[in-house]
């Protein structure tokens, strides 16, 4: 009798610690905004910043990765104005982000800390926000804001 009331239990403990609640992960990263001052660049683009792509999943939460979920061309904005911004996994900017790649692949579990992956951007020209001159860009100088959306995948 003892045998199986003990079984009984261990059964009940387990179906319980499946039904817990595994968490969440939240994505820390805002808008991408940039200041251009006069940008003058061959038509093969001009080399932008970088930016720290962030985010946290609670403790024991497992993850498996991060992926640009959006068009691989962000659109920057000033009024009416604007240019096209693409990201690179590299600082010489030769391995670009296309949608859909995966920028962190691999299991992990959430620490409740944040993940970090830095990349990088490369504008391009767009009209009438740039004007094309002999294979130069000139931009108009302001304060230009997108958003391009990443995934993480818990």
């Not at 910043?49 to 939460?61: A, V």
């Not at 991060?66 to 068009?71: C, E, I, M, Y």
């Not at 130069?136 to 391009?148: M, N, R």
Request: net charge neutral; glycine share 10%; aromatic share 12%.
């Amino acid at each position: 009798m003892r045998i199986k009331t003990l079984c009984a239990v261990i059964l009940i403990l387990f179906v319980y610690a499946l039904n817990v609640d595994a968490g969440t992960c939240t994505i820390n990263t805002p808008a991408f905004t940039d200041t251009i001052s006069s940008i003058i660049s061959v038509t093969a683009g001009y080399n932008g910043g970088s930016y720290t792509l962030s985010f946290t999943c609670d403790e024991g939460t497992p993850y498996t990765s991060l992926v640009l979920a959006s068009s691989e061309r962000t659109a920057l904005k000033n009024g009416s104005l604007q240019i096209n911004l693409y990201f690179y996994r590299d600082a010489a900017r030769t391995d670009q982000i296309k949608l859909g790649s995966m920028l962190i692949s691999g299991a992990g579990i959430g620490t409740g800390s944040p993940v970090e992956k830095t990349i990088y951007s490369k504008y391009f020209g767009a009209t009438p926000a740039c004007v094309s001159s002999d294979g130069f860009y000139t931009c108009t100088e302001g304060v230009y804001t997108g958003t391009a959306t990443f995934r993480v995948t818990y």
